[in-house]
């Protein structure tokens, strides 16, 4: 059964940083690609960045070279780094498994101007 546990939303100004972290079993992180997905309300579900098993990575052009994606082997924990944030920003961050119809409660951010 997939569980997912994100955190490390909060509130910033424009400019700032925050680090999101998704806990989940070591039985799903160490088999499936990881990704982190945002959405804000009333739109579409957006993916935002995504790590294999074997730590390659791949990011959607709106926040590429702002985040970073990295995954912690030891705590089944997968991070996304995340800087010079900006109002567009705002939405909640969800972490998924591949290939799992399944999203978790999600972390707020959001990203004051």
């Known amino acids: 059964q997939v569980r997912t546990a994100e955190s490390g939303g909060g509130l910033v100004h424009t400019g700032g940083s925050l680090r999101l972290s998704c806990a989940t079993s070591?039985?799903?992180?160490?088999?499936?690609?990881m990704a982190w997905y945002r959405q804000v309300p009333g739109k579409q579900r957006e993916w935002v960045a995504t790590?294999?098993?074997?730590?390659?990575?791949n990011y959607a052009t709106s926040v590429k070279g702002r985040c970073t994606i990295s995954r912690d082997n030891a705590d089944n924990t997968v991070y996304l780094q995340m800087t010079s944030l900006k109002p567009e920003d705002t939405a909640v961050y969800y972490c998924?498994?591949?290939?799992?119809?399944?999203w978790g409660q999600g972390t707020q951010v959001t990203v004051s101007s």
């Open positions: 070591r039985s799903i992180f160490s088999t499936y690609t």
């Open positions: 790590i294999t098993p074997d730590a390659k990575t």
């Open positions: 998924r498994p591949g290939g799992f119809d399944y």
